[in-house]
Structure formats: C-alpha cells, structure tokens
C-alpha cells in the first residue's frame, strides 16, 4: 500500500526565509503527485501536482517542487515565504486511478 | 459555481445519537469523496463514489458509518450511534471525468464534536 510521509510537523519562519517541506512516499511504481494547502479556517485547494515531465513543478502563489524519483520525494519549496503562506501543507500521492493518500501535513507559521 | 457545499458547518450531538453530514459535488463531477481528518491520523478518506455508486468503501471505520449518493447533487455520511472517538472534520471533495487524476475540490468540511 502506499504511504506518505511529511517530515516536519510544524514549522516556524520569520517573513522571507526560504521554505522547505519535505515529502517521501512509498510506492515502487508510476505515482502522481500532489501538494494541497489548507489555510486557517478555509478548505484544501490544490497548489500544485505532477503527472510527468519535468520534474520541477511549479504552482500558484511561488511555490515549486522538485520530483526526484530515485529519492522517492515530492519537496515543495518558496524562496521567500510571506505571512499569508501560514497554513498547513499536505503532500499526497496515487498511481493511475486510484485514491490519493495524503500525508498529514506540515503546519507552517510565519512571523513577522 | 459555488463549490462543494456542506452542511451543517459544525455539529455537536451526544455519544450515541445519530449524526447526518450533507454533501452536494460542483455540478458535472464525477467522483465524490468523503474524508475525515484528525490530529492524530491526518487526513483519511472514508469511500468514495463514482456515478453514484460507491467504489471503495474500506475507509469506512465501521458499521456505524454508512454513506449513500442517491442522485448525482447530494450524498450523505451517517453515524449511528455516535462516539466521542467520531469527533473530526469530515470534508467531501469531487472532481470531474478522470478521477483520481484530477484536482479535487474541496468542501468547507463539517466539524464534528461528540460528547
């Protein structure tokens, strides 16, 4: 089965750090991949996913992530977080057709 | 569109009553899910349907739970009785066409206290 796994629990940044969350999973075959984000109080929405091609995705809002497959991880990055980035992260994961499975998640806070 | 709606937004019932979350999908999708989402175990998805009719139900934690899409516009995530160890976010989600490829959307979830 596949599993997904969000290193850090919760996060702490001061406004302009450089953002790193990683994310592993578990699966030997083709995945897509996917991070949502949930801010405070609102619904997940999607930030960004890759099927295949180029590796380094990029989504909405600044946020890129990096598809090393021999790794088995999905980082997502920001090279200058801001206050409104605070919310939690999810990394998920599913091959072909078949549900995702979400990690569960990265708490980022960022302060001023 | 307006989304994925739920109700009710907040639900709080005593251990042993019976509990209905509402769902209704963004018109013309497919799939809809439900998931339920604690601290302790993330997010877990419960069973999903496509076309109305239910495709994987293992999530479900047990016969308390049930869950039905009787129209292609709502679906409904019954507990009866209910626990305090029910207490959770429950969120539905659906997405167009290809499944499990797609972005899902989500909606407001429906937080849920049992006491």
């Known amino acids: 089965a596949q599993s997904v796994s969000q290193h850090n629990h919760h996060v702490i940044l001061s406004e302009a750090a450089s953002l790193e969350l990683g994310c592993n999973y578990s699966y030997g075959g083709t995945v897509n991949l996917f991070w949502y984000v949930q801010y405070p109080g609102q619904h997940l929405q999607l930030l960004l996913k890759?099927?295949?091609?180029?590796?380094l995705v990029k989504g909405i809002k600044g946020f890129e992530a990096e598809f090393i497959k021999s790794k088995f991880s999905f980082n997502l990055r920001k090279p200058s977080v801001q206050w409104s980035d605070t919310a939690e992260y999810f990394c998920a994961v599913n091959a072909g057709n078949t549900p995702l499975v979400f990690g569960k998640g990265t708490r980022l806070s960022v302060i001023a | 569109d307006a989304g994925v709606i739920q109700s009710p937004r907040h639900e709080v019932t005593e251990m042993g009553q019976e509990v209905t979350l509402r769902c209704k999908p963004i018109?013309?999708?497919?799939?809809l899910f439900w998931y339920r989402q604690t601290m302790m175990r993330g997010l877990e998805l419960l069973i999903y349907?496509?076309?109305?009719?239910?495709?994987?139900d293992s999530g479900m934690p047990e016969d308390r739970f049930s869950a039905k899409m009787p129209n292609a516009s709502f679906s409904t995530l019954k507990i009866q009785p209910s626990e305090p160890r029910d207490s959770a976010v429950y969120f539905c989600?659906?997405?167009?066409?290809?499944?499990?490829?797609?972005?899902?959307?989500f909606g407001p979830g429906t937080r849920l206290t049992v006491l």
């Open positions: 890759y099927f295949s091609g180029d590796p």
């Open positions: 349907f496509n076309n109305n009719v239910p495709i994987d």
């Open positions: 989600a659906s997405t167009p066409g290809q499944g499990n490829y797609n972005e899902q959307f």
């Open positions: 018109s013309g999708h497919d799939y």
